[in-house]
């Protein structure tokens, strides 16, 4: 595997259900990031950690609950979500604050 | 606050023309860098270019160009002579220089190049 990984790619789930999507990069950076994509809205940065540490916390609902084990996975655990949730939701790595982010293919989520 | 606008939301060209997708910016920070973004239909934004705050030069790669001008903080992207693969979406984006850099990203343009 190279480059930035997401899994599920797809994810359809209810109101009412627990479920984590997974982020792993295979880069060696030190930062790693979750966006959330909405239709004709802007990339909106939700979580950032740096160095396994929270640095960065958009004012994102509790039902989102980012985790960190190590410098190269990402979880984004998720429950009782709303509709308004269902969106493309991105995970980026990068070297530290002065280069690039390389992205995943996202995780398509729906929620019914 | 930062702020990155991009002004044309849908372009569409024919192919073999040229095309500039604008992107202006608005920070208060000294140091800050520029980028852009493709995001094909596939979903995974991919990486195009970085430009520190410092370094006002004009690149070029390919069929690809892009213009600097710190004095209209702007950072305008250019395809010549443009082919149907390069229909996506565009995103300009800007982030400080802290430790963890915080993206903020314009809203995109759509660009559909067609035969």
């Known amino acids: 595997e190279t480059g930035v990984t997401q899994t599920p790619r797809h994810l359809v789930m209810g109101m009412t259900n627990k479920k984590s999507l997974k982020c792993e990069q295979h880069l060696g950076h030190n930062a790693m990031y979750w966006y959330k994509q909405s239709a004709k809205k802007p990339l909106e940065l939700m979580f950032v950690?740096?160095?396994?540490?929270?640095?960065e916390n958009n004012s994102v609902p509790s039902r989102f609950s980012p985790e960190c084990p190590n410098s190269s996975h990402l979880f984004l655990h998720l429950h009782t979500l709303q509709p308004e949730d269902s969106a493309l939701y991105l995970c980026?790595?990068?070297?530290?604050?002065?280069?690039?982010?390389?992205f995943g293919p996202g995780t398509r989520l729906t929620v019914l | 606050a930062q702020k990155v606008t991009q002004a044309q939301t849908e372009i569409s060209v024919v192919e073999k023309e040229d095309v500039t997708l604008d992107c202006v910016y608005e920070?208060?920070?000294?140091?800050?860098?520029l980028f852009w973004y493709k995001q094909p239909p596939s979903g995974e934004l991919v990486f195009l270019i970085r430009?520190?705050?410092?370094?006002?030069q004009n690149e070029i790669s390919g069929r690809y160009s892009w213009n600097f001008q710190k004095s209209t903080s702007s950072f305008n992207f250019t395809i010549t002579a443009s082919q149907v693969v390069d229909s996506a979406v565009y995103f300009c984006?800007?982030?400080?220089?802290?430790?963890?850099?915080?993206?903020?990203f314009g809203t995109g343009t759509r660009l559909q190049v067609t035969l």
């Open positions: 430009r520190n705050s410092f370094d006002e």
């Open positions: 920070t208060r920070d000294t140091t800050y860098y």
């Open positions: 950690y740096s160095l396994e540490e929270r640095v």
């Open positions: 980026a790595s990068s070297q530290d604050g002065y280069n690039e982010q390389f």
């Open positions: 984006a800007l982030s400080d220089s802290g430790t963890a850099s915080k993206l903020t």
